[in-house]
């Protein structure tokens, strides 16, 4: 697995990096993003967002679980899902949002934060990124980004 690490020093230039990597995103491809609370998974989305133009304002949807937004996708307009597990404890949970639908609905763009609850829903390759806080500097972040090749379950 071919990972990419990337450092950026503010939020802009996190959103910057989101909305770059957004170039490489196809209709029916996932986002599984990994990080601690605050640690720009959000300002990463933002920046996907940017790129096809959402002009919903994009927020961490901690408490709806999921937001759709529409995106311009050359020149189709094409749902965006933004889907936060953060507050999901069990499995079932996920079913009962209609997680799995959701995730293989082909015609769709998905970006999932706290992606480690849903690791074994994932049949087919997703994009991986991680965002780690630097320990010292408070604006610092390193960002690895990678496809993952493997099924992984
Ligand atoms: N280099 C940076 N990249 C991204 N965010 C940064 C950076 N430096 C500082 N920040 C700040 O860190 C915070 C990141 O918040 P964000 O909502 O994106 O986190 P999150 O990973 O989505 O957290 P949560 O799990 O709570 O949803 C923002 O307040 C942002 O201003
Ligand atoms: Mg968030």
Same mark, same amino acid.
């Given at each position: 697995?071919?990972?990419?690490?990337?450092?950026?020093?503010?939020?802009?230039?996190?959103?910057?990096?989101?909305?770059?990597?957004?170039?490489?995103?196809?209709?029916?491809?996932?986002?599984?993003?990994?990080?601690?609370?605050?640690?720009?998974?959000?300002?990463? &989305? *933002?920046? #996907?967002?940017?790129?096809?133009?959402? $002009?919903?304002?994009? /927020?961490? %949807?901690? +408490?709806?679980?999921?937001?759709?937004?529409?995106?311009?996708?050359?020149?189709?307009?094409?749902?965006?899902?933004?889907?936060?597990?953060?507050?999901?404890?069990?499995?079932?949970?996920?079913?009962?949002?209609?997680?799995?639908?959701?995730?293989?609905?082909?015609?769709? &763009? *998905?970006? #999932?934060?706290?992606?480690?609850?849903? $690791?074994?829903?994932? /049949?087919? %390759?997703? +994009?991986?990124?991680?965002?780690?806080?630097?320990?010292?500097?408070?604006?610092?972040?390193?960002?690895?980004?990678?496809?993952?090749?493997?099924?992984?379950?």
């Amino acid at each position: 697995m071919l990972e990419t690490k990337y450092t950026t020093t503010s939020e802009e230039e996190t959103i910057e990096l989101g909305s770059k990597f957004a170039r490489r995103l196809n209709l029916g491809d996932i986002v599984f993003l990994y990080g601690d609370l605050g640690s720009g998974k959000t300002e990463f &989305i *933002k920046g #996907i967002c940017q790129y096809f133009n959402v $002009e919903d304002l994009v /927020t961490s %949807p901690t +408490f709806t679980i999921m937001n759709k937004y529409i995106g311009d996708y050359k020149n189709h307009e094409v749902p965006i899902y933004h889907i936060d597990l953060y507050r999901i404890e069990q499995n079932k949970e996920l079913n009962e949002i209609g997680f799995d639908e959701c995730l293989y609905e082909e015609n769709s &763009i *998905k970006l #999932i934060e706290w992606a480690e609850k849903a $690791e074994t829903h994932l /049949t087919k %390759p997703a +994009f991986i990124v991680k965002i780690i806080p630097d320990e010292d500097s408070e604006n610092i972040r390193e960002i690895y980004i990678s496809e993952s090749e493997v099924v992984l379950n």
